[in-house]
């Protein structure tokens, strides 16, 4: 049987190359990609955290890079796989409730359960922005989103909202 590389995966040391060469465009990307996938760990891992994991597994040789993928796509993948896992492992709790705010707690949560079963990144980054207490504007900002982009993302978290009977931070039905 061949060795990996033949197989179609880049060598470790590739991979170290690859880091090494890539943009500061291709890194701010990366990073974007770790702070959406970070929110799906519910707290257990910081956005940092999860991009220097999915590069240390790829280092060691833990997880294989597909030469017909690109370096952006495969940390993906690796750190979609990590905020998967993370989130389900042993001793992983979250965060406290606040009993004095039950009610918009399970709201939100619900709008999470229902944006992570869509696959929606971005509103669950909004959602997430909103429930560290940014502004619209700081969200807009750390999320790179042009105002109609934010505007048609809160619409759709409205309306998801109003399906699911949550209102104001309340369940309503």
Not at 60 to 73: A, C, D, I, Q, T
Not at 150 to 170: D, H, P
Request: glycine share 6%; charged share 30%.
């Amino acid at each position: 049987m061949p060795p990996d590389d033949e197989l179609g995966s880049f060598s470790v040391s590739a991979f170290q190359h690859a880091l090494e060469a890539a943009s500061d465009a291709d890194l701010v990307r990366m990073q974007k990609i770790a702070r959406i996938l970070a929110v799906k760990t519910k707290g257990a891992m910081t956005p940092d955290d999860l991009l220097q994991e999915s590069v240390l597994r790829t280092l060691e040789g833990r997880r294989k890079w597909n030469r017909s993928v690109p370096l952006e796509v495969h940390l993906r993948g690796v750190m979609k796989s990590i905020a998967s896992h993370a989130k389900n492992a042993p001793g992983w709790a979250p965060p406290e409730a606040d009993p004095d705010n039950a009610g918009a707690a399970s709201a939100v949560a619900e709008l999470v359960k229902h944006f992570e079963d869509k696959d929606d990144d971005e509103a669950l980054l909004v959602l997430a922005g909103q429930a560290e207490g940014k502004e619209p504007k700081e969200i807009r900002d750390d999320l790179g989103l042009e105002q109609t982009r934010y505007e048609t993302i809160m619409k759709s978290i409205r309306r998801a909202g109003e399906r699911l009977g949550v209102s104001k931070g309340r369940k309503t039905r």
